[in-house]
């Protein structure tokens, strides 16, 4: 039960939806764009979550979009987890938002909620960081189209009445050789030690972590380690370790360096998988 | 701006239309067991962790206890009560599938859309669905049986022309 009130509004259009946003603003409604809801609700149930007015993007055609064209991958905010895992169009993608909550959640749970909700996993994030995906924002002053990863520090980086509309992949970074990896503390249950995301591009490895630090990455640092071919893979991995930005998570699921320690793991399993082991 | 009250709701479940008073910001959870008695549907943990609570909407799994209510006008909700003699409650009989029975509409529910939208389901896609469930009883091996049986069932059975 959420134990306070709010009022609930299910816009048609990306405008209707913004103009909604400053005129609930302007009434102190101190609004949030709402996906899935799962986020929402449960922390409203714990008081980490206060709003007077929430707004469905769920209606907005643009945000239920899922359109393979010939250059492009189009897919909606709104879209559930379980729609892009059965439509398919970027298994990379599909491998991370699998691994994601559990599947009946994952039928309400929204690539856009993922991604811009409180809790800092963010997993559907790291395929569309190493696919270098452009991210479509609506907000007051119109639509932007920006690379999703000059947009996303720690957090992505909206602004006030602002919210994604659609993310955008190039098709032939939806099919390259790519590799994930999700360890738990403990079997399928429970929140990542760390989640490795990585795709092979002429020759170069993009990767992304989740888990490690209190927010999901991609460093341009660890990856000229992770693909400098002149040393041994022992030390590239070594260095890419020691270029992770901090502070390093040490929590109930697992230590700073076991942490670090998994994280290297899943580096070798990353380059071997992906036939990048060698030294030139 | 509109006020924040509470809203007629006028919902689709189990095939009858319900009208209920409820607030726009209460769970599908909420109004279906103390607003209009419907109370299959089980509070478990009310965090989206345990299934108790799983209804459909429009034939999709869904925990009630992160879905408001409004969303789910115009859909059409079924619980526990609006199945009826349907395959997979005569499999957890058969199979015993349950002990104490708290988390059974929930298992029921979800396996129930399991069967619909995947008859052809293989070993990882039944795990996958039924992983979104707990008993804590420890069931699992007789639920697994049931589901199994049912879809086994509906494979063996002709098509209709």
């Given at each position: 039960m959420v134990p306070f009130d709010f009022a609930y509004y299910r816009p048609q259009s990306i405008t209707e939806a913004t103009a909604l946003f400053a005129a609930l603003e302007r009434d102190g409604k101190r609004p949030l764009y709402y996906g899935g809801g799962t986020e929402i609700i449960t922390l409203s149930r714990l008081n980490l979550v206060r709003t007077a007015a929430v707004i469905d993007i769920k209606a907005i055609p643009e945000c239920r979009a899922l359109d393979v064209g010939h250059d492009s991958l189009v897919l909606g905010a709104a879209l559930s987890l379980a729609e892009l895992e059965e439509a398919n169009p970027f298994p990379l993608l599909t491998k991370a938002a699998r691994e994601v909550a559990d599947r009946t959640a994952r039928n309400q749970i929204t690539l856009g909620g993922n991604i811009?909700?409180?809790?800092?996993?963010?997993?559907?994030?790291l395929p569309l960081f190493v696919a270098e995906a452009d991210a479509i924002i609506a907000g007051p002053y119109g639509i932007r189209q920006c690379r999703f990863l000059d947009l996303f520090h720690q957090q992505l980086q909206l602004g006030r009445g602002e919210f994604v509309v659609q993310f955008k992949v190039d098709r032939a970074a939806a099919t390259l050789p790519h590799f994930h990896r999700k360890r738990r503390k403990q079997g399928e249950v429970g929140y990542p030690l760390v989640t490795i995301v990585a795709l092979k591009k002429d020759g170069t490895v993009r990767v992304a972590l989740s888990g490690v630090c209190p927010f999901p990455f991609r460093s341009a640092e660890v990856e000229a380690h992770v693909n400098d071919r002149s040393r041994p893979v022992g030390e590239r991995i070594q260095a890419a370790v020691d270029a992770?930005?901090?502070?390093i998570l040490h929590d109930i699921e697992g230590s700073a360096d076991y942490r670090l320690f998994v994280a290297a793991q899943l580096l070798e399993d990353m380059l071997g998988e992906l036939g990048d082991r060698e030294t030139v | 701006m509109e006020e924040t009250t509470k809203r007629e709701l006028v919902l689709s479940i189990n095939g009858e239309r319900r009208s209920i008073v409820a607030r726009q910001s209460e769970t599908l959870l909420f109004v279906l067991r103390?607003?209009?008695?419907?109370?299959?549907?089980k509070p478990g943990c009310l965090n989206g962790d345990c299934g108790a609570c799983t209804v459909l909407v429009d034939g999709t799994p869904i925990k009630s206890c992160m879905?408001?209510?409004?969303?789910?006008?115009d859909k059409d909700i079924t619980t526990i009560?609006?199945?009826?003699?349907?395959p997979i409650q005569h499999a957890f009989v058969r199979h015993f599938a349950?002990?104490?029975?708290?988390c059974t509409p929930g298992f029921i529910m979800n396996a129930h859309a399991l069967i619909e939208r995947r008859p052809n389901a293989d070993e990882a896609t039944i795990q996958e669905w039924l992983e979104s469930n707990i008993c804590r009883c420890t069931s699992y091996q007789e639920i697994e049986a049931a589901v199994k049986e049912v879809l086994e069932a509906k494979k063996a059975k002709p098509t209709d022309p």
């Open positions: 811009c909700g409180q809790i800092f996993y963010r997993e559907t994030a992770f930005p901090r502070p | 103390d607003g209009l008695g419907l109370t299959g549907a879905m408001l209510a409004i969303e789910t006008v009560e609006g199945l009826d003699d349907a349950f002990q104490c029975g708290y």
